[in-house]
């Protein structure tokens, strides 16, 4: 018996095929909207129907990232390109990654406050859907930043979130990192 593994383009096209065929039944007669023949999916994006049963087409459009790696539903949702900035010098790219908006300059990351008594502990608004990690350095302008041990990958929690330093020398600079 031959083995055939299907590529993630030829897996998506092929899902989606069956998700198109499978609509009619699944949203009953009543819900189409047979006028646009339309639809959306929130993991899957804009679907759009041609034809009658069981002629349809799909748009896969997105499924595809910019350069960058933003999403295109991400971009299409927002209506802005990958390099737009709404004036807090973030461009959009950076604000997906981030998880805040785009069109709205008062939202941005970054840190909200520093502590350092008993141990440093760093404040930032955070989103349930990104990891962060803390990091520091010596020196702004010589050396590398390195991650604070233990304090890695850390799930946010969708609100105001903090990250600690324990083993810090007394003079150190810090920034958080944000990963999807």
Known sequence: ??????NSTAFRTFALACICMAAPFAWGAGNMDSTNKHAWGENIGWLRFQGTAPDYSVRTVAFGTQPLGTPNWWLALHN??????????MSAWQEYVADTDPT????????????????T?????????RFYTLQR?????????????????VQGSGGSDSLQ????????????????
């Open 121 to 129: 502990r760093v404040y930032f608004p955070s989103s349930s859907r």
């Open 165 to 180: 330093d324990t083993g810090g020398a007394e003079a150190q600079f810090y920034r958080v990192k944000v990963s999807l």
């Open 1 to 6: 018996m031959r083995k055939r593994i299907l």
């Open 104 to 119: 709205n300059s008062a939202s941005w990351f970054g840190i909200a406050s520093i502590s350092n008594m008993p141990s």
């Open 80 to 89: 802005v390109g990958e390099s737009y900035d709404d004036g807090d010098n």
């Open 137 to 153: 350095r010596d020196d702004l302008q010589v050396g590398n930043w390195s991650n604070v041990v233990t304090q890695t990958g």
